[in-house]
């Protein structure tokens, strides 16, 4: 495993980084190098350029841009990128992130982003270990394990529940 950063996770604020620590968590979780930046896309337009152009002569092999309300920083990361972006739409006050998913989703064609439901940096940064996995067998593997975790959570949830009822199962639920 390489110690130089895979992915790039970058954020319009600060305010941005309570959702995509979940991204974080997850290379963490899957040892994946990562960087994290704050790179507006309007206030501080250069740097974001200057990232996105760079990334792929770094090493990135993809970019999960995190972004509320006008939420322009993943598609304009992926128009002067030639990496994979995908994009976060942050919960934002008055319109709960709905402003944001439209604004990344709607991209205009031939300037994909790869977009999440709100707030899920986590599938964020799944998608971003299967896009290396493509390529790394070993990674691979491991992501049909994490999978099949997933598969056997349901299961022994399923048993427990017909063990105690739902009424006790609900009682005891977190």
Known sequence: MTNYPLIGIIMGSDSDLPTMKEAIAILEEFQIPWEVAIVSAHRTPERMVEYAQSAHQRGLKAIIAGAGGA???????????????????????HLQGVDSLYSIVQMPAGIPVATVAIGNAKNAGLLAVQILASHQP????RVQQYRQSLTQSVIDKQARLSQLGYQQYLAEMP
């Not at 990361?77 to 006050?93: D, E, F, H, N, Q």
């Not at 070993?138 to 593997?141: A, F, I, R, T, V």
């Open 138 to 141: 070993e990674l691979l593997e």
């Open 71 to 93: 939420a322009h920083l993943p598609g304009m990361v992926a128009s002067l990128t030639p990496l994979p972006v995908i994009g976060v739409p942050v919960p934002s006050r």
